[in-house]
């Protein structure tokens, strides 16, 4: 049984693609090997930054013989269709069975595939899996058209028997023929050489400098780090995404480390760390005496003669020069910060945000807004939130952030410390952002809630205010991303806040703005007037309403009639408010199908009172999914609907709304008398504890109706010829849906 | 590979040692593109002469600019006016990483003793439409050279795919020379009589054109040039492309190609200024590439694009 080597020998592959990659190449080449009759006892698959390698142990030395009958006309069938089955089944007549068939006399055909041999097997899959090889990205090179991630050089590809001798498999793809040779190390190795099989390559490259195998790689690195770092009475900050990447730039690591120079000391641990991972791809080196970041590692991939000095320099020489940079910009910061930051914020005011949505300091303006609304409602103090939010952004026209985009929040964060702010503000700048994604950990100290609540809804209400709703796969502005965030930081904190004000404030305010150029003063006075309205009443129609018919009365008033920009803004708000509640309501959904929560159940608990309280929306489901899993609520589920379906026919049928007067006197039998008494009990029961928000309690009562019900229709028939006793009953029924609609609405419940 | 015995001792010296090790192995020895670009690809002979059929080697050093890296002159390799060293060769030729690390053996820098990596760094320039895949050369943990096999250039496929290497000289000078501090670089021998550094050369200007750029250059005038370079640039290609004086197909693809290296220099002094937020940024940058594509397509038009009539 032959072992199976193959290398594929490339420029540069990419660190993050070659763990990828190497397995692909094991799944494809195993898959297409085995299809095509070839099993095997055993494969592995390895990366390094210039080769692919498969082995791929006991194979067969060829796929079997294989035979299969195939049925074909009858033997009293027109010659022409014999003819016609000899033909595609390439037998001659004399050859053909012939047996005994349900239907009478059948020729059979025998065909025989014959076994091949491993290797034209191998070179046909290979030749498949490189040309089709899903790379994240591929190009083409030279005058060629074979497509690879970087330049494909050679090929290696042999069978070696159990005698150990190899065999290359016939094969060239675009040019590029295989063999039995591959190199060793860029600058170490000693040139091209031939092997025999891979214990033989594995061995040899070693001798030329390359560790096949990336997790020794990594082990290698990481023992390396941590003894350097260990000797010098530090700690190696672990890294491990780094520590990946670092495996797959070479080929034979060698760790070295050095220092920071002293000048650098006083930069942020973060700004430190940034910049040697993201441009030199340095691990940091922490004094537990200090705490601070005082050494680097850098992996090298060459032994030298020096024992990496020349190397080790330059690193620290490239660092330093970063670190200089680094440490400009967060000198010039600093002298802008503590003076107030007023050129920063002031430099806001000339940066657009969004074409129609204005600059970033009419954005800030209106997160101040909101943020003050919201604080005390999160339990912040209003002027702090207030502050906050005038300074989270500051940083954005600061030259560290600049630079470093990741650092946005937390520079603003050392930023309004050095200003002298309190430190709720100051965590507040790096906590605003978040979550960014949904293993990001959602704010909780009050001050940061407030700011981060009020810069997404911001961001959700302008891209409404002006119809740049995420579309399908499009979502340039990441805006499921910050309703999930106002999800997650409402439900996280326990948060019982109504959106509903909040949304129409922010609607409005984004209205106030994209108007303000076209608006007379009158207009704008009105819309300002309506806002303040908003924030006494928390419902803007009514808001809206109290206003105009104020304004209405006297002299010089603006135009409020129909066409007019208050009536246009005065019924767009509301819908655009319903439309952005309905996409927080899917975001919701989704985050909660995570959870475990039905989505036909969050469904039956949206459109109630409280539908913009998503701490509520979640309890109430919570309680309904509960009481589905008993059987009362499941057998509810069955009564109401059954209820619903007669109550919806006979309604449309009649061309009315049985919707009130069902009266105990025109009651039957028991079973309706006793549906009327359960649901005098459950409505006041539902409505006590809807009122208490005990959603647990709410669902119980209602689930209590199960059995009236189910013994109702048992006993009575509700479409009776009796056209009084049918409409009471028609009547009873929507007195059930009503009921139940206090604690959800069952009718959304699938099944 | 030729080793080189001595060592450079100046920034030009490193220039040329370049320029004969590339003219050595073939390359066209072109001189500058005479218009303010922030990179040695947009050179026509590099952005324009990517496209088509026709067999391309040309080596040049290209002034740049990048008005935001600007530092008064003060950080130790930050400048707003550099020099790239750009080689260009179509189709890229099967050994082209090795022909790259010789050329730094041609400058001094010796295989065994430093730790040269390729990284990989996708090149992308959003304003030329164009995208390349291929590395980041690493020495010593420094970025000396970018390294890519175009794949499309305006919007066009590369076919064949030129290797584009780009140099950051003074990076790469600095690091060969032993300088901490770009300024302090010999930027002549420096036994002449009349040694002069990097720092005596262009100090005052670096300082002069940081204020400038990021705080004097006047915006309205700048916006107004972009508009103005963005309409002549269609203007230019507006034409028929048959001369009516001289009766011949004449495309014109060069300079209506000026015109859309203008916008987005002019795209760059805005961008320093700290005018365009980041959300008109994409806008910017689209409009450039419009023109980028435009010209592209313009070129492939023309003789050396490849057009046969």
């Known amino acids: ?92 007549r004399e050859d053909l069975e012939i047996r005994d068939d349900k239907k009478g006399q059948v020729y059979i055909a025998r065909i025989t595939r014959p076994g091949r041999p491993a290797a034209d097997i191998v070179a046909e899959v290979l030749e498949q899996v490189v040309r089709n090889f899903p790379w994240p990205k591929s190009m083409r090179w030279g005058a060629g058209s074979l497509r690879w991630v970087r330049p494909l050089h050679s090929v290696l590809c042999i069978l070696t028997n159990s005698a150990g001798e190899a065999h290359v498999v016939p094969l060239e793809i675009d040019g590029l023929r295989a063999g039995d040779t591959t190199e060793g190390h860029r600058f170490m190795g000693t040139g091209r050489f031939a092997v025999t099989g891979y214990e033989d390559y594995a061995a040899r490259l070693r001798r030329d400098k390359v560790m096949l195998d990336p997790a020794e790689r990594a082990r290698h690195i990481l023992q390396e780090a941590e003894n350097l770092a260990f000797a010098a009475g530090m700690e190696l900050v672990a890294d491990d995404g780094l520590l990946a990447e670092v495996a797959g730039l070479v080929e034979w690591p060698v760790a070295l480390m050095g220092e920071i120079g002293q000048e650098f000391m006083e930069l942020p641990a973060e700004v430190l760390q940034t910049s040697m991972r993201e441009h030199q791809k340095f691990f940091s080196v922490r004094n537990p005496k200090t705490g601070r970041i005082e050494r680097f590692i850098t992996v090298a991939n060459i032994e030298t003669a020096d024992h990496g000095a020349t ?170 991303r910050a309703a999930l965030g106002v999800i997650r930081i409402v439900l996280e904190n326990g948060l019982q806040l109504k959106l509903d004000r909040h949304v129409d404030a922010q609607l409005l305010r984004h209205k106030i703005a994209l108007n303000a150029r076209k608006a007379s003063e009158g207009e704008i006075d009105t819309l300002e007037e309506i806002l303040r309205e908003v924030a006494e009443r928390g419902v803007f129609g009514a808001a809206f309403r109290a206003v105009i018919d104020r304004i209405g009365r006297g002299d010089g008033a603006p135009d409020t009639g129909e066409g007019s920009l208050l009536r246009s803004i005065g019924d767009l708000v509301p819908d655009l408010s319903t439309d952005l509640l309905a996409f927080l309501h899917d975001r919701l959904k989704v985050y909660l199908r995570d959870e475990g929560l039905r989505h036909d159940v969050i469904d039956a608990c949206l459109e109630l009172d409280g539908g913009d309280d998503l701490a509520l929306i979640v309890a109430r489901a919570r309680a309904l999914q509960e009481v589905l899993t008993t059987e009362d609520g499941e057998n509810l589920v069955q009564g109401f609907k059954r209820a619903n379906n007669i109550l919806t026919q006979a309604e449309e049928r009649d061309g009315v709304e049985y919707s009130y007067g069902a009266d105990v006197k025109f009651a039957e039998g028991p079973e309706e008398k006793a549906l009327f008494a359960a649901l005098d009990a459950a409505e006041g029961a539902i409505a006590k504890a809807v009122e208490a928000e005990d959603f647990t309690a709410a669902m119980a009562a209602m689930a209590a109706l199960r059995a009236p019900i189910d013994a109702f229709f048992e006993a009575v028939q509700v479409n009776t010829d009796n056209a009084v006793v049918r409409r009471n009953r028609l009547n009873l029924l929507s007195r059930i849906r009503m009921i139940c609609l206090q604690a959800a609405d069952l009718s959304k419940l699938e099944g | 590979m030729a080793q080189n015995q001595e060592k450079p001792r100046s920034f030009q010296d490193v220039i ?294």
């Open chain 1, 311 to 480: 190397i080790l320099a330059g690193n620290g020489k490239v660092l330093a020069a970063r670190l200089s940079d680094a440490r400009f910009f967060w000198l010039n910061d600093l002298r802008v910060a503590r003076a107030g930051m007023g050129p920063w914020l002031e430099q806001l005011g000339s940066v657009t945000f969004e074409r129609q949505l204005g600059s970033q300091a009419a954005r800030i303006a209106r997160i101040r807004a909101l943020a003050r609304d919201l604080g005390p409602l999160v339990g912040a103090d209003a002027d702090q939130a207030d502050e906050a939010a005038r300074v989270a952004k500051a940083d954005l026209s600061s030259e560290m952030v600049y630079e470093f985009p990741e650092l946005q929040g937390v520079m603003g964060s050392y930023y309004a410390r050095e200003a002298g702010l309190p430190d709720a503000v100051a965590v507040a700048c790096a906590e605003h952002y978040a979550p960014l994604g949904p293993s990001d950990a959602v704010p909780v100290a009050p001050v940061s809630v407030a700011v981060a609540l009020a810069d997404k809804l911001d961001t959700l209400t302008g891209f409404w205010a002006i119809d740049q709703r995420p579309t399908g796969s499009k979502d340039p502005f990441a805006l499921r």
């Open chain 1, 1 to 92: 049984m032959p072992d199976l080597l193959i290398e594929l020998f490339s420029e540069e592959i990419p660190a993050r693609m070659q763990a990828r990659a190497a397995d692909d190449l094991r799944r494809l080449m195993t898959d297409g090997l085995v299809e095509a009759g070839l099993t095997y006892a055993g494969a592995a698959a390895f990366s390094t930054p210039r080769r692919l390698t498969l082995a791929v142990e006991g194979l067969l030395d060829e796929c079997p013989a294989v035979t299969e009958e195939r049925r074909g006309p009858r033997t009293d069938a027109p010659e022409k269709a014999i003819e016609g089955f000899q033909r595609s089944a390439g037998v001659a």
């Open chain 2, 16 to 309: 040329l040692r370049l320029q004969s090790y590339w003219a050595a192995q073939g390359c066209a020895m072109l001189q500058p593109y005479d218009m303010e670009v922030g990179a040695g690809t947009f050179h026509p002979a590099t952005t324009l002469r990517s496209l088509g059929l026709r067999p391309w080697a040309a080596a040049y050093v290209q002034p740049s600019r990048r008005p935001t890296d600007g530092r008064y002159g003060e950080n130790p390799n930050r400048l707003q006016h550099y020099y790239q060293y750009q080689v260009l060769i179509k189709p890229s030729p099967p050994g082209l990483q090795e022909l790259y690390l010789g050329s730094l053996e041609a400058i001094g820098i010796d295989l065994r003793l430093h730790d040269v990596r390729f990284v990989e760094d996708d090149w992308e320039s959003p304003t030329l439409g164009a995208w390349g895949l291929g590395w980041e050369v690493w020495c010593d943990g420094m970025e000396v050279s970018q390294f890519t096999y175009f794949q499309q250039v305006g919007g066009h496929d590369c076919a064949p795919v030129s290797g584009e290497l780009t140099y950051g000289l003074e990076r790469l000078a600095m690091y060969v020379l032993g300088a901490d501090h770009v300024m302090d670089m010999p930027f002549n021998d420096p036994n002449t009589p009349i040694p002069l550094s990097y720092g005596d050369v262009f100090r005052q200007a670096e300082e002069e054109y940081s204020r400038y750029n990021f705080d004097v250059a006047n915006t309205d005038v700048l916006f107004k040039q972009f508009e103005e370079a963005e309409a002549e640039c269609a203007a230019i290609l507006g034409n028929p492309v048959d001369d009516p004086k001289t009766g011949k197909r004449i495309v014109m693809a060069q300079p209506a190609y000026d015109q859309c290296i203008k916008a987005s220099h002019i795209f760059n002094l805005l961008d320093a200024r700290g005018v365009i937020s980041p959300t008109e940024r994409q806008a910017y940058i689209g409009r450039v590439r419009a023109l980028a594509k435009q010209c592209a397509d313009a070129f492939v038009q023309t003789e050396a694009g490849g057009w046969a009539a």
